[in-house]
């Protein structure tokens, strides 16, 4: 939903109103982003954001994709590229930053094997660190 303004990706997704159709990782990457502009505190934007996605998943009946460890790997992954570049819109971040819009080898796999996260139903409920139970890239 790139014709979204990230005003419009705001309202729409902290509301729960945006269709679930309309948000897929970019989508993700977009809110996470404008969470952490808003909030510049890492745990305050994680909490706002967090209930959003809930009230999202919850209003779309698909609570049972809410993935705690992705949740917090790519809020922390998008502050740390947020930090000194002043990005204006979530539309200038993607543009700087693609590795983050490919999330199966993009910047997550560094840090995870992804397949291994993504079927982890550990990593689902609570955030692990990369490295543990099985989740972190060697070397």
Excluded: N
């Amino acid at each position: 939903m790139d014709s979204l303004t990230d005003d419009q990706l705001f309202a729409a997704f902290d509301s729960a109103t945006l269709p679930k159709e309309a948000f897929h990782h970019r989508e993700h990457v977009r809110a996470a982003f404008l969470y952490l502009s808003k909030y510049p505190d890492l745990a305050e934007a994680a909490l706002r954001f967090r209930s959003a996605l809930r009230r999202f998943a919850e209003a779309h009946g698909v609570r049972h994709l809410l993935h705690e460890t992705l949740t917090w790997a790519y809020l922390v992954l998008i502050q740390e590229r947020m930090h000194g570049h002043g990005f204006e819109t979530s539309q200038e971040l993607l543009a700087s930053c693609p590795e983050l819009l490919d999330h199966r080898t993009g910047l997550l796999a560094r840090y995870y094997d992804v397949g291994a996260i993504t079927g982890s139903p550990s990593a689902r409920h609570l955030f692990l660190l990369p490295g543990g139970r099985g989740l972190g890239r060697s070397g």
